[in-house]
């Protein structure tokens, strides 16, 4: 139904006035006896049968009525078609002017491109253009930067030393504040270079009553994954520096702290290690030894 149509229906609707008196007349023209001189009787049977016809054509009437109040309610309450040219195009044959955003599959718009033609920016189905790399795979012409990772380690050396390699430096000693009960560890670390990577391992040998008790570096405890745990007769103390972060060049103390039994303890069975690279171009370095 259009707006023209639509219109033109509500405009009679609104202009339509029933002619009353022309009801009333027909009316009284159906109840006028026109057989006056007839017998009483007989004028009794003409009413009973005359009445009936006045009732069905007073329903008609009124049914006349109703059906066009229904018909006007209906044109005025129906909501206005949609004003997208392309919504209203047909599928089949999508407007030139205003192409459909989701183009039907037999009928494809001319501005997507077609199965058999592929278009210079889209790729065609079953040969992924070059131009448009597919959602599922990363672009071959931007590869993510991999992380660095952590200096390659050799087993740990437990017996022996060597405190210095490249632009490492590093010694172990037993802080001067332990007492009777309870110690501290420290490995301290010269560099002369900043450093990109660095593995700092303190193990500390389970002799009786030892227990962690906490650990600490000079370094910002932010750039070091930190771990504290027993393997194979050592509680072993771990700084591991993060992806992305330095440590740069100077003096730099790791410490692990921890109770042990009542009286001197002996640390010759500790042991520390340290690897780390200068940078990706830089060969990587390991020292490690005891504690005096």
């Known amino acids: 139904m259009t707006d023209e149509l639509r219109g033109r229906l509500r405009e009679s609707a609104e202009a339509h006035r029933p002619d009353r008196a022309r009801m009333l007349a027909r009316v009284e023209r159906g109840a006028v006896r026109p057989d006056a001189g007839r017998r009483p009787r007989d004028r009794a049977r003409v009413r009973f049968l005359s009445w009936p016809k006045t009732a069905l054509a007073t329903l008609a009437t009124a049914g006349t009525l109703a059906v066009s109040a229904l018909a006007v309610v209906a044109v005025v309450h129906t909501p206005d078609p949609p004003r997208n040219p392309t919504a ?11 192409p459909s955003a989701a183009p039907s599959a037999t009928a494809p718009s001319a501005a997507a491109p077609s199965a058999g033609a592929p278009s210079a920016t889209a790729p065609s189905p079953g040969a992924p253009s070059a131009a448009v790399p597919s959602a599922s795979a990363p672009p071959a012409s931007s590869p993510s930067a991999p992380a660095p990772s952590a200096p390659a380690r050799t087993a740990q050396p437990m017996e022996g030393s060597r405190t210095e390699d490249g632009p490492l430096r590093a010694d172990g000693s037993v802080d ?9 560890s420290n490995v301290t670390l010269t560099t002369r270079k900043p450093l990109s990577s660095l593995v700092v391992e303190l193990r500390i040998a389970l002799t009786e009553g030892v227990k962690d008790t906490g650990s600490w570096r000079t370094r910002p405890a932010a750039d070091f994954d930190v771990s504290a745990r027993r393997e194979g007769g050592f509680l072993v103390y771990r700084w ?23 009286g001197g303890r002996d640390a010759k069975g500790d042991r520390y290690r340290i690897d780390a690279a200068a940078g990706p171009a830089e060969p990587p370095a390991a020292v490690w030894g005891g504690f005096a």
Not at 88 to 98: D, L, R, T
């Open 88 to 98: 209203a195009a047909p599928s089949g044959a999508p407007s030139a002017a205003a």
């Open 176 to 184: 001067p504040h332990s007492n009777a009960y309870w110690a501290q």
């Open 240 to 262: 591991t520096l993060k992806p992305g972060r330095t440590v740069p060049s100077g003096e730099h103390v790791f410490a692990g702290q921890y109770d042990h039994a009542a």
